[in-house]
């Protein structure tokens, strides 16, 4: 997803990067996620996630937990995930958590990360973030149980706007493609796509599947045909751009989208480490899995950040 890597040292008001900007920076920022024991996902991105644009989640057990079952993923009727609930007010919270499993690779060469002397083959680490309804400003929980002094604020707009946006989206995937263009400015339709899922907190169930629809005509973009799991053992489809595009040739990772198998609800990101890279100096056989969450979203609303639905 995001380059899905995303948060740039936590700077919230960084500038939107495109996937060549992103590329030589992505590897600072894993190394400074690793040493701080944060997750990298959950801070404030420019145009309000859309650091996300091609970046990665994915973490961290030596191996991938693959799901042998073929889904379905052109079902008409899509099921909706959270009860009906109102619409916040502007000055309420929305309040997500997310889970990162983490590899303790440690990577300063993008291809020869070497494991962190005594380490665990993972570690995992869980971040809290609040996001004002009507302002997008984003407030997060610090490892230590306070919240962080700094105020987020989107760039892209509040929840509330995305959201509306979102909503009015069509459903022929074409015409959906060129409306979702003048919503999100940046990226190629595989990155505003991505950027919908990952940033808006509710999307209607109709216009999941319409998104979803829409990604699978996007030249390049791989479904894959086994479920795969997030980080908190969900079934999940891992959707990306296939392997032979430049930036996975180059960096030898796959940036995965995870979606519900049955509502395409936005459930994390995963990042794997393909063949042909090289973990401490040898060359992988096998895909390794490097990076994976999993994103909750509470339908409540909170009236102030810190407060847990």
Do not use: C
Not at 63 to 82: G, I
Not at 114 to 135: C, I, L, M, N, R
Not at 150 to 179: T, Y
Not at 279 to 306: C, H, M, W
Request: charged share 25%.
């Amino acid at each position: 997803m995001d380059e899905m890597t995303t948060l740039k040292d936590f700077r919230p008001g960084a500038p939107a990067p495109d996937r060549a900007r992103l590329a030589p920076g992505r590897q600072r920022l894993l190394d400074a996620t690793a040493e701080r024991g944060q997750s990298r996902r959950f801070w404030p991105r420019a145009g309000w996630k859309l650091a996300a644009v091609g970046a990665a989640a994915g973490v961290a057990v030596a191996a991938v937990l693959v799901a042998q079952v073929v889904p379905t993923t052109d079902t008409p009727r899509v099921k909706a995930e959270y009860a009906t609930s109102p619409e916040p007010t502007d000055g309420q919270w929305l309040y997500q958590k997310t889970l990162t499993r983490q590899s303790t690779l440690n990577f300063r060469d993008d291809l020869n990360p070497v494991p962190a002397k005594g380490a665990p083959a993972y570690g995992e680490f869980t971040q809290e973030t609040w996001t004002q309804y009507g302002s997008g400003k984003i407030r997060r929980m610090l490892p230590h149980g306070v919240l962080d002094s700094v105020i987020g604020e989107a760039n892209d707009g509040s929840p509330k706007k995305l959201r509306q946006r979102v909503a009015q989206l069509p459903s022929e995937p074409q015409q959906l493609l060129r409306s979702l263009s003048e919503v999100i400015r940046l990226g190629g339709d595989y990155q505003r796509i991505q950027y919908t899922f990952s940033s808006a907190d509710t999307i209607p169930p109709e216009v999941r599947l319409s998104l979803f629809r829409a990604l699978k005509t996007i030249p390049g973009v791989v479904v894959r045909p086994q479920l795969v799991e997030d980080a908190m053992g969900r079934p999940a489809l891992a959707v990306h751009p296939s392997d032979d595009n430049p930036f996975t040739k180059e960096t030898h990772r796959r940036d995965e989208l995870l979606l519900d198998p049955e509502t395409y609800e936005y459930r994390g990101e995963r990042t794997m480490m393909l063949v042909g890279g090289m973990i401490d100096s040898k060359v992988t056989t096998e895909e390794t899995l490097i990076r994976v969450s999993a994103v909750q979203r509470f339908a409540a609303a909170v009236n102030k950040p810190g407060v847990r639905p």
